[in-house]
């Protein structure tokens, strides 16, 4: 029973979620906007699309799509719009560009430069003295008391 009543809670709160008024009439044209709500992030919730989010920005941005798709706009218009509104953090998947490229790649390298420089200075600590006879014969002296 307790799981009949947990279905049929997230059911209705699903159906709560999509406002029946905001919808397209044509589900062809419905059908592209929830396709492009699930690429567009909350800008309030960051971690959601706008179709998961409750936030009454996301309803606004869901409410936008929905008009730049009615008025004719491909996806990638519409997504384009936004970009050019909000920024490229809208999309939850960005583009690649050099800007992102850029994101992504300087810290890769600073941890590749990072241990480059610690190899070498490991490789010149490593470099051997030249020990005297005297030296040399004092340290196998030492090896041989530690070991036994």
Excluded: H
């Excluded at 397209?24 to 699930?38: G, I, K, N, T």
């Excluded at 936008?64 to 996806?75: C, H, N, P, S």
């Excluded at 384009?80 to 490229?101: C, H, K």
């Amino acid at each position: 029973m307790k799981r009949i009543l947990a279905i049929l809670g997230a059911v209705l709160s699903l159906a709560a979620a999509a406002d029946p008024s905001e919808r397209l009439s044509d589900p062809v044209l419905e059908a592209r906007a929830r396709a492009v709500f699930s690429e567009v992030r909350c800008l309030v919730c960051q971690n959601e699309s706008i179709d998961d989010s409750t936030a009454d920005l996301a309803a606004d941005l869901r409410k936008l799509v929905r008009e730049e798709i009615k008025a004719g706009r491909t996806d990638a218009q519409v997504k384009a719009y936004l970009v050019s509104r909000y920024g490229e953090f809208v999309l939850l998947q960005p583009t690649l560009s050099l800007a992102n490229a850029a994101l992504w790649g300087v810290p890769i390298g600073v941890i590749v430069l990072g241990f480059a420089l610690f190899l070498l200075t490991l490789r010149k600590r490593a470099v051997e003295i030249d020990l005297t006879a005297e030296e040399a014969e004092r340290i196998a002296q030492l090896s041989k008391d530690q070991a036994q």
